[in-house]
């Protein structure tokens, strides 16, 4: 019965320290996004054609957020969204497991020491610190903490198994290279952290109670199981998405493959390069674990990265192009659910999905000007209905930033999604005034049986082409976050203006003209006018909030 409470014990004690080590990553891993989540963002623009520039990339944000699993979960959104392509990920994917090997080289550490220390600074600076990003720092300590008191919990619930048979045995078993790689891959896959799996595989290597081969094989196995959450976030998505988690699972499945049957030469370098590090027998088995599995994964990637087309091109093969399902207009493209975990990549989906708001509102004004003057009642019901679209894009996107803002976010990051939102809801105004004033003015044109002369037809197109530039300079400052772009819309005043004034004269010009209905000519002529003058306004009400982000 003794023995039976003893298992009880030793089984509470493990789950509980696993459970501590994922939820002390989780909180790691959340602080760190929102820390670094403007870097995340300046290192993903800088993702280009260049392999190695994107092989960096993945490393350096892996490095950061501890988790290549997340990594390859955000590299599945951006592609969904079109903020980068599947050949760009590639490099990106290959470069991920090797930020993810940083947890093995400070888990090898004697860090068990120092749980309750960095555990205690953590939670007082989170909890009474003044500023979010002070606060976000004291979770990240916090996070370390609980991770590295996880850890002292798994090694003191283990050290009793040191004389448990049934368990030595079990042990003796993973001498078999494939059994123990299938292990690695199951327990990483049911907890989708190649990290928990190396810090259990640090902790057993630490208590003499896994051999290095054994330990080697695992973790190889680990690096296969922690591709199920880049395919369970694929499920459904579109099939660049697919392809992006179908890289990431074919590299690390074929990495493994190759070097699977050179365990022992991998333990054997480890021993030749770790061993004259520590005197230390037993405690040097983590730090060779460590090395191995950053040299495993730092020889894939180089073994890889100059095949970074042709890994594309045989995944496009693999996942051929389907007939996609035709989305309406108002759907959003890259409005991913997954970003609102960083709000600085969110922020800047936001930010594109915009700039297809605009684009809806581009077309419905280009529309307007001949519909108005001179198009039929099908046609002016035509307009009508191009505002359904922008209303709905609207919407969400309105929706997806509430969700945004739910984050504490710092004050770069509320300014920029307080103007975002400004933007959004300027352009969908311009649509309410094509929707409303000009389709209004438009029926009654019909309705009273107005003409308007080609003449004054010309000079308000005139008039509207110079909106259209101005629209067309607020979309390009929003795309390529460009405030010089922004400031050129600015700018036109004094030509708009003048522009006006102009036409005002040749209005009274034309109300002096003998001709029937002049004054209900007039009348419309003018609605028009003001019309373009208002929607000119609020492109320039655009650009000024443009100039606030981008400046």
Not at 168 to 183: G, I, Q, S, T, Y
Not at 450 to 477: C, F, R
Request: glycine fraction near 6%; charge should be negative; proline fraction near 3%.
């Amino acid at each position: 019965m003794a023995e039976d409470l003893n298992q009880l014990n030793i089984f509470v004690n493990l789950i509980g320290g696993v459970a501590l080590f994922l939820f002390g990553m989780d909180i790691m891993t959340r602080a760190l996004k929102q820390v670094a989540g403007a870097s995340m963002k300046a290192i993903l623009t800088q993702v280009t054609s260049n392999r190695f520039r994107g092989l960096l990339a993945g490393a350096s944000i892996t490095a950061v957020i501890q988790s290549s699993s997340i990594t390859s979960v955000l590299l599945v959104g951006f592609v969904s969204a079109g903020l980068m392509t599947t050949a760009q990920s590639v490099a990106m994917i290959l470069g991920a497991n090797i930020g993810t090997t940083i947890t093995a080289q400070i888990l090898a550490f004697k860090v068990t020491a120092f749980a309750l220390p960095i555990f205690a600074v953590g939670f007082f600076v989170s909890a009474l610190a003044k500023q979010k990003a002070t606060r976000e720092y004291g979770r990240i300590l916090l996070g370390i903490g609980m991770v590295f008191f996880g850890m002292a919990i798994m090694s003191e619930a283990m050290r009793p198994l040191r004389s448990y048979q049934p368990f030595l045995d079990f042990m003796l078993n993973l001498d078999h290279v494939l059994l123990a790689a299938m292990v690695g891959a199951g327990f990483t896959a049911l907890v989708q952290s190649s990290s928990a799996t190396t810090g259990i595989l640090i902790v057993l290597a630490g208590q003499g109670l896994i051999g290095l081969e054994a330990a080697v094989a695992i973790a190889l196995g680990a690096n296969v199981g922690t591709c199920v959450t880049a395919l369970l976030a694929a499920v459904g998505r579109p099939n660049e998405a697919l392809r992006t988690a179908m890289v990431h699972t074919l590299f690390n499945v074929v990495g493994v493959l190759i070097w699977i049957g050179f365990v022992d030469h991998l333990a054997s370098l480890a021993r030749a390069v770790s061993s004259p590090l520590i005197e230390d027998g037993a405690s040097t088995v983590p730090r060779q674990l460590a090395n191995v599995h950053t040299f495993f994964n730092i020889v894939n990637a180089l073994l890889f990265i100059g095949f970074t087309k042709q890994i594309a091109q045989f995944v496009e093969w693999l996942i051929p192009d389907r007939p996609e399902a035709l989305e309406p207009k108002f759907a959003p493209k890259h409005l991913d659910p997954k970003f609102l975990e960083v709000p600085a990549i969110a922020l800047d989906a936001a930010r594109l999905e915009v700039l297809q708001l605009g684009q809806l509102v581009r077309d419905m004004l280009g529309a307007a000007i001949p519909t108005v003057t001179s198009g039929s009642p099908l046609d002016i019901d035509r307009l009508k209905v191009m505002d359904r679209p922008v209303d709905l894009l609207h919407r969400e996107i309105v929706g997806y930033m509430r969700q945004i803002s739910l984050a504490s976010l710092p004050t770069d990051q509320a300014r920029q999604l307080m103007e975002l939102l400004r933007i959004a809801n300027d352009l969908e105004h311009i649509g309410d005034h094509v929707a409303t004033g000009l389709v209004t003015s438009a029926r009654k044109r019909i309705d009273e049986n107005v003409v308007i002369s080609p003449a004054t037809a010309s000079v308000l197109e005139g008039l509207h082409s110079e909106v259209m530039v101005a629209l067309n300079g607020v979309l390009i400052a929003l795309e390529d976050q460009d405030a010089s772009a922004a400031v050129t819309v600015r700018e036109m005043k004094s030509r708009f203006v003048a522009l006006v004034e102009e036409i005002a004269g040749h209005e009274i010009e034309r109300l002096r003209a003998d001709e029937p209905k002049r004054l209900h000519t007039y009348a419309r002529e003018i609605e028009l006018t003001e019309t373009l003058e208002d929607i000119f306004k609020i492109l320039r009400r655009i650009s000024r909030s443009e100039i606030a982000i981008f400046q």
